[in-house]
């Protein structure tokens, strides 16, 4: 079964720190890793992503590291601030699978200010 | 990115009646899909929706108990039929752009069954 494991579950950052959440996976197929945002009471927003041909992808403050060897992907957010506080969710999908999205179990990020 | 907008955004339901949420996209898009998201819990995709034909269910979902309709391509409805209370969640539908890859979500229908 295609799954997405992320860690840590919650995760508490002083102002102006770098957060870190790491996601493994198992499908060597997957071919495209999202990272979404959502705050309560919000849909999940689409916050970065990464193809596996690149090791890394920077916008602003987010950066997505990938590790194909290793099957494993992480997002740092650097300069965290209190507004970045929301649950974050990594994913993963397969093309010839309709691009269909598993998610990681998400992250509860608090930014202490 | 697609502007999408659900209706209700939320709604209290009594038990065995059914609740039949709207998504709205501002664009025509093929691939919409179903998500569930219990109380502070993650995703699950519930089923895709594409225009024409009969959507695709993930294992657990039943067409019984969660028809789609996808009657054009901005427009889709998911009914939660003869609901119990642990189908108390967060009901949201998303849409896959023009790359094939990106998937936007709506706002979300929190549903809550007493």
């Known amino acids: 079964q295609q799954q997405v494991k992320q860690s840590p579950q919650s995760l508490i950052v002083q102002k102006g720190g770098i957060s870190i959440i790491n996601c493994a996976y198992e499908?060597?197929?997957?071919?495209?890793f999202p990272w979404y945002q959502q705050f309560p009471g919000k849909g999940p927003a689409l916050l970065i992503a990464i193809r596996p041909d690149v090791s890394e992808k920077k916008e602003g403050r987010f950066t997505i590291s990938f590790n194909k060897s290793a099957k494993q992907f992480s997002l740092h957010i650097m300069d965290s601030q209190p507004g970045d506080s929301a649950t974050y969710f990594c994913a993963a999908s397969l093309n010839n699978a309709g691009n269909m999205l598993t998610f990681g179990g998400g992250t509860r990020l608090m930014v202490k200010p | 990115s697609a502007v999408i907008s659900q209706k209700p955004s939320r709604d209290i339901c009594q038990r065995g009646t059914s609740l039949t949420i709207q998504c709205q996209v501002d664009s025509q898009v093929t691939m919409m899909f179903w998500y569930r998201q219990q109380p502070g819990q993650s995703l699950t995709l519930i089923a895709t929706a594409n225009q024409g034909s009969e959507a695709t269910y993930e294992s657990g979902f039943v067409i019984d108990k969660f028809p789609i309709s996808r009657p054009n391509l901005t427009f889709s409805t998911l009914t939660v039929s003869n609901m119990s209370p642990e189908d108390s969640s967060i009901y949201l539908c998303?849409?896959?752009?023009?790359?094939?890859?990106?998937?936007?979500f709506g706002p979300g229908t929190r549903l809550t069954v007493t």
């Open positions: 499908n060597t197929a997957f071919d495209y």
């Open positions: 998303s849409v896959m752009d023009e790359t094939g890859y990106e998937q936007y």
